[in-house]
């Protein structure tokens, strides 16, 4: 066969045809597991370098499919997305977050991913509201992490749900810090209460280089806004030693933990601090 670069691995892509059939099923099956509800929520633990302690747990969403087993946010959330069933699955996110932070031990808080298209609707904030008054929960415990995307929509808009949000008590994280086209700028539009550093940022501190002073600048940075810091997917003791060094306040990774199932968190909370 003749070698022309992409058009070899042409044959073994799904078709067009193939893809769509494949996005309209997935379709079906997320209204179907939100109707059974098959999703599930992992917990994460978030670790403060400054305090030595257990700070809180991002809830990170899973679902449980009945013939393809558990299925990466990945993989689903962007259709989520694309489609608005975000909305109710986004809803029960942080209902659940809320429900389950309740039954944990002292004052930890609970991070909840929230979407652009969630900030669309006008109904974020009461829906927020209602959960954390069900749940019974400190409204400063609820951070929601938000990424830099939320505010190409409409800026406006955004910034007065986010400061709606704020006002009820509740923490707002800018998350994947770092790898959008104008980071910066946004932190100057928003009071972020953290900044969460990009995996890749901590990734590159293990290939040598001058990632360590890109952690620098931004704990700097970050500390001269009055903002606390997280560093994402620690892995290993190098890059905890150059985080810690740089002053980074916050970690989180499969160095101190993977997420946990919900049912395994009290457990942990208790081996953790004890
Ligand atoms: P994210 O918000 O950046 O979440 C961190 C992701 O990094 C999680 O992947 C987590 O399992 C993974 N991770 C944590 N520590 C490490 C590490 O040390 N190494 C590596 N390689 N990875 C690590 P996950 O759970 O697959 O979630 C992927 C993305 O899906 C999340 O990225 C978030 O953007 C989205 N997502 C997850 N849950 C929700 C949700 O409830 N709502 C919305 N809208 N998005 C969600
Ligand atoms: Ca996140
Ligand atoms: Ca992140
Ligand atoms: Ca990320």
């Not at 633990?45 to 305090?51: A, D, K, V």
């Not at 809180?56 to 489609?83: D, K």
Request: charged share 25%.
């Amino acid at each position: 066969a003749k070698r022309d670069g992409k058009a070899n691995y042409h044959f073994f892509e799904p078709s067009l045809d193939e893809q769509a059939r494949r996005r309209r099923q997935m379709e079906l099956d997320l209204r179907t597991a939100i109707r059974d509800g098959q999703f599930t929520l992992h917990f994460q633990p978030l670790y403060s370098l400054s305090e030595e302690r257990l700070k809180g747990f991002e809830a990170l969403i899973r679902w449980e499919h009945p013939e393809h087993g558990l299925v990466s946010p990945v993989e689903f959330i962007p259709l989520a997305e694309e489609t608005g069933l975000i909305l109710p699955i986004g809803e029960w996110v942080v209902r659940e977050a809320c429900r389950h932070a309740a039954t944990w031990d002292g004052d930890l808080s609970v991070a909840v991913n929230v979407s652009p298209k969630q900030f669309g609707s006008p109904e974020l904030a009461t829906k927020i509201l209602q959960a954390i008054s069900t749940s019974g929960i400190a409204p400063q415990r609820l951070e929601l992490e938000i990424t830099e995307s939320i505010f190409i929509a409409n800026v406006e808009k955004t910034l007065s749900t986010l400061h709606r949000l704020r006002n009820l008590g509740v923490k707002i994280a800018l998350d994947d810090f770092g790898t959008g086209y104008s980071s910066l700028s946004y932190l100057r539009s928003f009071p972020f209460d953290k900044v969460k550093i990009d995996r890749s940022f901590v990734q590159d501190l293990a290939n040598g280089g001058n990632g360590h002073a890109v952690i620098r600048a931004i704990t700097t940075l970050a500390e001269a806004l009055g903002m606390d810091t997280l560093a994402e997917g620690v892995e290993d003791p190098g890059q905890l030693d150059i985080l810690r060094r740089e002053g980074c306040r916050n970690i989180q990774g499969y160095l101190f933990s993977k997420p946990l199932q919900a049912s395994n968190v009290q457990q942990w909370i208790v081996e953790h601090q004890g």
